[in-house]
């Protein structure tokens, strides 16, 4: 059976491989407060800039057979935060980068984009997406 750290680390290999600049944690840093200052989002690699994904457990379906025997069936959400800046064409940038981390996450059903917005995060504005993605354990 697959643990929840062994599928974050197998999703974070894959977003890595297509979002090179971006920073990834596999823990919410901002906890409940996604709209606080974004500051633990800044990517060294993207010039200190807002740059990152989140991946984290979000639920988990439980299902038992006639013979009891359980299936595990644990949802996924990904966040990702990209600074905004029209000048540099962030919003293509964002969504080209988004389409790619949708394609690379290995999923039962694909991953599932909920939300892609911009919005305030502390004094700056972001580009953000909510997805989300199941695995089956057992």
């Known amino acids: 059976m697959?643990?929840?750290?062994?599928?974050k680390a197998a999703v974070r290999v894959e977003i890595v491989a297509v979002a090179p600049l971006a920073t990834v944690f596999d823990?919410?840093?901002?906890g409940r407060q996604d709209g606080e200052w974004p500051g633990?989002?800044?990517s060294e690699a993207d010039q200190g800039r807002a740059h990152a994904w989140i991946i984290t457990r979000k639920a988990i379906?439980?299902?038992?057979?006639?013979?009891q025997a359980k299936q595990l069936k644990p949802t996924y959400a990904l966040l990702g935060f990209h600074w905004y800046d029209d000048r540099l064409g962030s919003e293509a940038l964002f969504n080209a980068e988004l389409d790619a981390v949708v394609q690379a996450v290995t999923s039962d059903a694909g991953v599932q984009v909920t939300t892609i917005d911009v919005g305030p995060f502390g004094a700056e504005h972001l580009h953000f997406a909510v997805c989300?993605?199941?695995?089956?354990?057992c």
Not at 27 to 30: D, E, S, V, Y
């Open 61 to 67: 379906e439980v299902r038992r057979s006639l013979s």
């Open 132 to 137: 989300e993605f199941t695995k089956t354990v």
């Open 2 to 7: 697959e643990s929840d750290a062994t599928i």
């Open 27 to 30: 823990i919410n840093p901002l």
């Open 40 to 42: 633990i989002l800044r």
